[in-house]
């Protein structure tokens, strides 16, 4: 059984930065790609970001772009998503996800479509203006 615990939201001024982490506890039976969805108060969720299996290739919503930088550690199976000049819209719940890669698509491809094999309980980013 595969568990995943986000650690590192709170509040935060707009303009300031976070740091999220996500570790997976367990042993995945096979290599796991690992991203993070968001999903703000009355609204659905959205992708934010995924990162494949080796960090090789990474993935973000556009307004994300140039602002969040994901990465991972791949020994330890843990990713972490930094997010810089935080905006007030990004207010919401993040989630860690990871996805296996399947006969029909890879695992960060899955994720990018909001597919998952495994989740997180989610962390509350609050940005102030």
């Known amino acids: 059984q595969v568990q995943l615990v986000e650690s590192g939201g709170g509040p935060v001024q707009a303009g300031g930065s976070l740091r999220l982490a996500c570790a997976a506890s367990g042993r995945p039976n096979g290599h796991i790609a690992m991203g993070w969805f968001r999903q703000a108060s009355g609204k659905d969720r959205e992708f934010v970001s995924a990162?494949?299996?080796?960090?090789?290739?990474?993935y973000y919503l556009d307004s994300v772009k140039g602002r969040f930088t994901i990465s991972r550690d791949n020994g330890m199976n843990k990713a972490y998503l930094q997010m810089d000049n935080l905006r007030p819209e990004d207010t919401a719940v993040y989630y860690c996800?990871?996805?296996?890669?399947?006969?029909?698509?890879?695992?960060?491809?899955?994720?990018?479509?909001?597919?998952?094999?495994?989740w997180g309980q989610g962390t509350q980013v609050a940005v102030s203006s």
């Open positions: 996800a990871a996805a296996h890669t399947t006969p029909q698509a890879a695992g960060v491809m899955r994720l990018r479509l909001l597919e998952s094999d495994y």
């Open positions: 990162i494949n299996w080796n960090g090789a290739y990474t």
